[in-house]
C-alpha cells in the first residue's frame, strides 16, 4: 500500500500510501497502480482492488462502485458500464443486475424502460 522514489532509503519514513483508486503489493516498489476498470480502491495505502459487484460499475477515478440506474443493468462484477434495457424488458429499481420481461400480453420497443406500464 505504499510506494518510494527514494533511491537508497534506509527507512520506511520516505515511503508514501498509495492514493485512493490506486494500489501496491509488492514491498520496495517506487510507483502504485491503478485499480482495473470495474473494480475500486476507496482508502489510503490499499494493497488490492475490490470488485465492484453485478449491478454497479465503478467511477471514473476507481475510488467507488456506482449504481446502474433504473432502466440500466450489469449482470456481471467488474463492470465499466451498465446497459440499457433491450425493449421488451424493464427495470424500476437502481442497482438491477438483469431486467424483467414485460408482463404476458404487452410489449415495449422502448430501451431502458424503468417500469411495467412502459409495456
Given at each position: ?9 534506509t527507512d520506511s519514513s520516505?515511503?508514501?500510501p ?11 516498489s517506487f510507483s502504485?497502480y491503478?485499480c482495473?476498470y ?9 494493497t ?11 467511477d471514473f477515478?476507481?475510488t ?5 440506474s433504473?432502466?440500466?443493468y450489469?449482470e456481471?462484477s467488474?463492470?465499466t458500464?451498465?446497459w ?8 424500476e429499481?437502481a442497482?438491477?443486475?438483469?431486467c424483467?420481461?414485460?408482463?404476458p400480453?404487452s410489449?415495449?420497443d422502448?430501451e431502458a424502460a424503468?417500469s411495467?406500464t412502459?409495456c
Open positions: 500500500g505504499t510506494y518510494s522514489t527514494s533511491i537508497g532509503a520516505v515511503c508514501s498509495c492514493p485512493p483508486g490506486f494500489v501496491q503489493d509488492m514491498p520496495g502504485c491503478s482495473f470495474g473494480s475500486i480502491s476507496g482508502q489510503w495505502g490499499a488490492n482492488c475490490t470488485d465492484c459487484p453485478p449491478g454497479q460499475f465503478s477515478n476507481g467507488s462502485c456506482i449504481n446502474c433504473p432502466g440500466e450489469a456481471e467488474l463492470e458500464d451498465c440499457a434495457c433491450p425493449a421488451g424488458t424493464f427495470a429499481a442497482g438491477a443486475t438483469a424483467a420481461a414485460c408482463p400480453g410489449f415495449s422502448l424503468t411495467a412502459a
